[in-house]
């Protein structure tokens, strides 16, 4: 599986690093602008990804991609101080930010006012939502005008849908939101940013940072990104049967991006009489070119034909369909190929596969 990290190079307000500070120095107040990009769209090169993220809704208004903003926190001046002070609002009562938090404070904060709003008490998606956001659905780089000061949590999302179908649990067991474009599958954590903020010092950003507040914000979110899986369908079709014991077929399948391979499976069919059979592989990355070899044609049977797809390309949506005809052969005793291949036994439910055996040789009788 792909795994990689998107990383903004410029300011990223959010809760990594000292972003903020139980108290904060009050160069700013007033109203703030904020807007939101899935990615350092200035620094990304991957144009697929970038059509993914930043391309156009169905109602074409704005980028598919959206987001909702909730407010987790007041920000407001001290009174005897030149600071800003945090006051939890009433959708987040139990936020508290001690002066000493760290960065794991900061991810718990925004792990909990998450679940707040999407889980109920038994850690399962709401029904309906009680909390309503701030601001609902807006596209990705929209510049929003007249936010108050404040600590803001930013929900990452395919705009018009259904909470239910874009929220995800990440191995960790964290909530997380998780977007399908052509090529990959985006999964965003919920993420804390401040109004106002600082601009950032290599990538970071400290209320020790030099220069003033920012009333004018830019985030750069961070998804993890994973290849899109999708399905191909192997079937054979045995035209005649007339064997004492079950005939064996293997495949081999193989996928391809920019010339290097990316998957590799061997997979086998029993029968026990003439017949159809399919085999369905859910797990193939989208966009890449497949091939599929019957490396095995079972005992006593001859090759009659093969239907390869007019284009092997793994789609999201539907599956590549491989047809390979046999019919049966007396004559035909099989060919030693299989010794190739060891098929390990499962457990439960698993019956079993092939695996490639790399210690064997080319010949040999099948086992």
């Excluded at 001290?78 to 002066?99: A, C, H, K, L, N």
């Amino acid at each position: 599986m792909k795994k990689k990290w998107i990383r903004a190079a410029l300011a990223l307000a959010c809760v990594f690093g000292a972003l903020l500070a139980a108290q904060m120095l009050a160069g700013a107040q007033g109203p703030c602008t904020l807007q939101v990009y899935p990615c350092d769209v200035k620094n990304t090169e991957d144009e697929a990804m970038l059509s993914d993220l930043m391309g156009l809704g169905e109602d074409g208004t704005g980028p598919r991609l959206g987001f909702d903003l909730y407010k987790v926190a007041d920000m407001a001046p001290s009174q005897t101080m030149d600071t800003y002070g945090f006051t939890p609002t009433e959708d987040f009562p139990d936020v508290e930010i001690p002066e000493d938090i760290t960065t794991a404070g900061w991810q718990e904060i925004a792990r909990q006012a998450a679940e707040r709003i999407f889980w109920d008490g038994d850690g399962k998606v709401k029904e309906a939502l009680a909390l309503e956001p701030v601001l609902k659905d807006k596209p990705m780089g929209d510049k929003l005008p007249d936010l108050e000061p404040g600590l803001y949590l930013v929900v990452a999302h395919e705009r018009g849908k259904p909470h239910k179908e874009y929220l995800g649990t990440a191995q960790d067991g964290k909530l997380v939101t998780q977007f399908q474009g052509e090529e990959n599958r985006y999964t965003f954590l919920p993420e804390l940013i401040t109004l106002p903020t600082k601009e950032a010092v290599d990538g970071e950003i400290n209320t020790a940072n030099p220069g003033g507040w920012l009333n004018d914000v830019v985030v750069y979110l961070k998804p993890q990104v994973d290849d899109a899986k999708g399905p191909i369908r192997i079937t054979k079709k045995l035209l005649s049967y007339g064997h004492d014991s079950p005939i064996t077929f293997v495949f081999r399948v193989q996928a391809f991006k920019n010339d290097k391979m990316v998957y590799e499976k061997v997979v086998s069919m029993d029968f026990t009489q003439a017949g159809s059979q399919s085999i369905t592989l859910e797990d193939l990355p989208v966009g890449a070119l497949v091939t599929v070899e019957e490396i095995y044609s079972g005992a006593s049977c001859k090759f009659v034909e093969r239907i390869d797809p007019e284009d092997p390309t793994v789609h999201l949506e539907f599956p590549i369909e491989f047809t390979f005809v046999n019919d049966f052969d007396n004559t035909n005793k099989g060919h030693g190929i299989l010794n190739r291949f060891v098929f390990v036994k499962g457990e439960g439910d698993d019956k079993g596969h092939w695996v490639l055996n790399p210690e064997a040789g080319e010949g040999g009788e099948a086992p």
